[in-house]
């Protein structure tokens, strides 16, 4: 299963996700299918990912990356057509798969860039992470404690000027959170790839601020 990790930290926003794919028997691993899986797939308005389903997952992507978007309302109507396609004998799968994407939107002060999520049980509604929330889709024992953690941690910035030590010191953070959850989940890998949405620059983020 994949793991998902998104950061609101004012100034930009982070997306995480791990690169394994795996084979499950009854929800178990059965093996390992790749290790270098992208699963972050940029669209014009930003980054679009998602746990579950994969096939679901699929058809979100292509069809969001494929679009030209201009109102978000547009994206929930192509989350609520991916479900409608869903044969009944699939429909069980609504309920492990979630999207999550980035975008820029107008406010009294501005642009600003913004991370929401998609349930597929209920793909008419959009929620969005408000500034300084977290947020972890992933089986781990302590799950409540791990987002509990990582809130305390992350240390949200007004503006890009000081974007180099704050990407360093979460890029850490969320290498250690990776490296924990593979120990404990056979279905996620420590390596992940990260992204970074600003109204300034947004991309994927150079592997040497995580890797060692």
Same mark, same amino acid.
């Given at each position: ?56 997952? /699929?058809?979100?992507?292509? %069809? *969001?990356? @494929?679009? $030209? ?8 109507? =192509?989350?609520? +057509? ?51 929330? /977290?947020?972890?889709?992933? %089986? *781990?024992? @302590?799950? $409540? ?8 941690? =992350?240390?949200? +910035? ?55």
């Amino acid at each position: 299963m994949t793991m998902i990790v998104a950061l609101q930290l004012d100034a930009y926003v982070l997306i995480a996700a791990d690169r394994r794919e795996t084979y499950q028997v009854n929800g178990e691993v059965a093996y390992v299918i790749s290790d270098d899986r992208q699963k972050l797939i940029q669209w014009s308005g930003g980054i679009v990912t998602g746990s579950g389903y994969v096939p679901l997952l /699929s058809e979100f992507k292509s %069809k *969001i990356a @494929d679009a $030209k978007i201009t109102f978000v309302d547009e994206i929930i109507e =192509i989350a609520q +057509e991916c479900c409608n396609n869903l044969s009944g004998d699939q429909s069980e799968w609504k309920k492990t798969t979630n999207w999550l994407f980035t975008y820029g939107a107008d406010s009294p002060e501005g642009e600003v860039s913004r991370v929401a999520f998609i349930k597929s049980q209920e793909p008419e509604g959009i929620h969005v992470l408000e500034v300084g929330e /977290s947020l972890i889709w992933a %089986k *781990i024992p @302590d799950y $409540k404690e791990e987002l509990s953690n990582l809130k305390a941690k =992350i240390r949200p +910035e007004k503006d890009l000027s000081n974007i180099n030590c704050s990407l360093s010191y979460h890029t850490e953070i969320l290498k250690e959170l990776y490296a924990y959850v593979a120990k404990v989940n056979p279905s996620v890998s420590e390596a992940f790839d990260c992204y970074l949405h600003s109204v300034e620059v947004r991309g994927m983020v150079p592997v040497e601020y995580w890797k060692t």
